[in-house]
C-alpha cells in the first residue's frame, strides 16, 4: 500500500518561500509510470493542480505559477518537494501531494496525503 | 485552460437515493476524465477514471459516464459514508483543471 505524508511549515511569512516535503512509503517510488505531484485547496474552494516531477527529475508546472515554483526529488529518501516562492495571502490553502499515474492510456491521481495547512501571515 | 463545470453545486439527498452528478467540458477531452471523493481531515479518494473505471475498492453503487465533453457520476443508493464533497478533473490536456465540487449533503 502506497502511503504519502506531508510536511512543513504551517505559517509562512507574505513573501518568503513556502518549502514542503512529501514522503512516500510503499512500492513504486522511482517506477517510471508514476509521476509525483502537489494540488493545493484554498479555503472553502476548489482543487488547484501544482505541479508534478518524475523521479529521473522531469517536471510539469502550471503555467499560472510556474514563475514561482521549484520541484525536487530525493529518490534515495523516496521524497520529493516543492518550493513557491514570494507567497502572498493567495497562496494560503491546503496543500495535498499526489501519486499521478500515467500509463497505458489511463491518467489519474489514485493515492494522496491526507494534506497540509499552510497559512501565509504576518 | 480546459474549464470544468459541475452541476449543482449543492445536492440535498437521502440514505438509499440515486443522485447523479454532471460535469461538463470547455473543451473535447476524450474520456480523460475522474472523479474525487472529499472529505474533511481525509486525503482525497480516486472514485473513476477514464470517465467509467471504477478504481479498486470503491463500491459499485458508484458508477462514470460519457465522454467528449459532457460526464456524470452517478450513486445508485446512497450510503451514510457518501456525503461528502465530489470533485471532476480533466486529463487530457495541461493544466489539470479540477470542476468547482458538488457538495452533497444528508436531506
Known amino acids: 500500500q502506497v502511503q504519502l505524508q506531508e510536511s512543513g511549515p504551517g505559517l509562512v511569512l507574505p513573501s518568503q518561500t513556502l518549502a514542503l516535503t512529501c514522503s512516500v512509503s510503499g512500492d513504486s517510488f522511482s517506477s517510471g509510470g508514476y509521476y509525483w505531484s502537489w494540488i493545493r485547496q484554498h479555503p472553502g474552494k476548489g482543487l488547484q493542480w501544482i505541479a508534478y516531477?518524475?523521479?529521473?527529475?522531469?517536471?510539469y508546472y502550471n503555467p499560472s505559477l510556474k514563475s514561482r515554483i521549484t520541484m525536487s526529488v530525493d529518490a534515495s529518501k523516496n521524497q520529493f518537494s516543492l518550493k513557491l516562492s514570494s507567497v502572498t495571502a493567495a497562496d494560503t490553502a491546503m496543500y495535498y501531494c499526489?501519486?499521478?499515474?500515467?500509463?497505458?492510456?489511463?491518467?489519474?491521481?489514485?493515492?494522496w496525503g491526507q494534506g497540509t495547512l499552510v497559512t501565509v501571515s504576518s | 485552460d480546459i474549464q470544468l463545470t459541475q452541476s449543482p453545486s449543492f445536492l440535498s439527498a437521502s440514505i438509499g437515493d440515486r443522485v447523479t452528478i454532471t460535469c461538463r467540458a470547455s473543451q473535447v477531452i476524450s474520456s480523460y476524465l475522474a472523479w474525487y471523493q472529499l472529505k474533511p481531515g481525509k486525503a482525497p479518494n480516486l472514485l473513476i477514471y477514464g470517465a467509467s473505471t471504477l478504481q479498486s475498492g470503491v463500491p459499485s453503487r458508484f458508477s462514470g459516464s460519457g465522454s467528449g465533453t459532457e460526464f456524470t457520476l452517478t450513486v445508485s443508493s446512497l450510503q451514510p459514508e457518501d456525503f461528502a464533497t465530489y470533485y471532476c478533473q480533466q486529463l487530457n490536456s495541461y493544466p489539470i483543471t479540477f470542476g468547482q465540487g458538488t457538495r452533497l449533503e444528508i436531506k
Open positions: 499526489a501519486r499521478y499515474h500515467s500509463n497505458s492510456g489511463d491518467n489519474y491521481f489514485d493515492y
Open positions: 516531477i518524475h523521479y529521473s527529475g522531469k517536471t
